[in-house]
């Protein structure tokens, strides 16, 4: 072995030895690290555990019905109405064959009524059915002793009048009473519906007006006190229509007593709005549709408060008194910091104030001004507050009275207030669009509805034709009369179209362009088709194909030089480009030729010259058909050109060689032939 591997040998033995003892040292300190820990532990006192605080019980949210859930809760009520209406043609059948006397047939409706009430009772005491069964027998119990007693009293004179309304009275005190305690807004509903039926009953009795309009009004207030209790806004707005409409009805019937029945009407909607004011509830979803419906109601009580005081001398002191209303429930909004309810009731106001102008003795066709903008002022609120049933009925209203406008009204005197009462519907529409158009930061449902159906776009089309139709009306009073032609119109046309392939989508909409490009095609065609006299302005003529050729050529230069027309609709030129470049040169050369025409046929060219022009406009729309087609490859342009120019040789040899003399002959054939060898030499370079 030799010398270097026994000194390997005894450095790995001393290495061994050293490890060996290291392991002695870790085995001897381990028990003394447990015991050490041991001790340390026993020094630290456990601390009890605390019981976890139990946190207070959540609320239980009410679980919401499902569909079947709500149709199953319908049934009863739906049964209970079958059910009285069975009783009541099966009491007619046995009337109408004599098997009972009125008399009888009352006494047994009445029983049928106490019959239902009482197994209501005891129904609801056992508990043998659901709370729907009961509530529509209570219900059923009430309908039946409201019609029994309307049918005794005025059908079949069986029961006094002062007895029937004694009676009526406790059956309508039975029904707001089981409404406040059986807490169901159907029920609430159906009572409401049901004992607004009396006034109808106290008109027959001849009751004085104050009577009735008391009776309106202390029927409503009662039922204020079950809708405040339960929160029943449905209730709320079906109980004030129908008192509203029974105001109403009763001051038609009635010849007299008008200021009665307007001040009834006021109080009433006064009662509403407190009630109203009391309900809502701003953070609620159905926040837009509850101010829609007070707007709505609002509106229609105005109308009807219109209708009612139309005979009274001073009826405008209503109209004020209705405005101070509106103006107390738009300053009590705004002290609550309800947006919507202030904005609701700010228009309320203004449009009443406006009405109050409209009946007071002013200056002849001030309200020709008015009306019009009362319809725009409801439909900028509707827009406003983004409520859709708003917006549907003020934008009826709106179209009729643009209708209206339009069809009543004359630019002539040209500064009148007839005059002004035409341009100013156009105007508002044009406002409207542009709110409309606003960007938002959210859609709801109906708006989205609105867009995908092209409602927006249909008005700015409207808009634009307003404006259209009012031009027309000033070319038939001031340019040329009715029978003539409408240039000014076909200008504005011309016009439009142009401005409106400028306009971003979000400006102009989505239908508007098409139709405007099928007018100005139409328009084209009607001008350059046959020439005609315009009674010694013919120079508007020529300046209407003017601008229909200006159009045309700032079209073609725009797509051929890449412009603000090309880059709006450029993800579509590149396959339309070449269709469009060779209909535009087309028409142009057809406006060309009708112009040429038109200075003939006035007297303003001469008729061999005409020929000679209109054939040098055909070499040329040929020549640059196809120098542009053969430049840009644009292959329709270049069949465009050929086409053309087959027809230019056919009308110069066939028709213009017999018509022309021979210097108009020479010079034409010349500046064709420089044409064509120009035009030869750029293809060949080409």
Known sequence: MSREMEQRIAKLEKEMEALRQEMDVLKHQQPLEKTTVQKVNRSIPVQPKKPIPKSAPTPKTKPQRSFEEQMM????KVFMVILVLGVLWGLKLVSDYGYLSNEVKIILA?????ALAAIAYVVEHKKLGSSAITISLYGGAFIVGILTTAAGAILYEVIGLTLA????IVYIGYGIAISYFKKNEVLTVFVAFTSLLLPYLLEYMDFSAFIVLIFVIVLLTMLQLVIWHHKQKIALYISTFFSIMAVGIVAF???DHHVVFALGLMITLAIFYTSWCRLYNVESKWKPIHVGLQFSLSVFSLLLLNFISSP???NELLLLGLCILFVTVASYGYKQKWQEAFDSAVTLAFITLCNTLLVMNLPEKVDDLLLPFIAFA???????LRVSLMKVVSSIGFTIILLLSYVAHEPTPFFSIEHLSLIMPGVYLFIIYMYAMRQKDTVNAFEKLMKDVYVLDLVAVMTAGYFLVYIAKLDSVYVAGASNFPHLMSIAIALFFAGSLVLPVHYKGRALTPVLTVLFLFFTLMISG?????QGIEWLNIATRLVYIAVFVAIIIDLLMQGRIYQMYQQHMTKYLDWLISIGVVCTMI??????????YNDLLAWKLSIAFTTITLFLSASLSLWLGSIRQLRILRLSGFAILAIAFIKLIFFDLSALDLFIRAVLFMSIGGIGLLLSGRLLRK
Request: charged fraction near 5%; glycine fraction near 4%.
């Open 110 to 114: 009445y029983s049928l009524s106490l």
């Open 378 to 384: 409801g439909v900028m609120m509707s827009l406003r």
């Open 253 to 255: 019937i009635n010849s």
């Open 73 to 76: 809760w319908a049934l009863p």
């Open 530 to 534: 046959i020439p005609y006299h315009m």
């Open 312 to 314: 009274l001398e001073y």
């Open 591 to 600: 406006a060309l030729c009708g112009l040429v025409s038109q200075l003939a």
């Open 165 to 168: 309304l004694i009676i009526a």
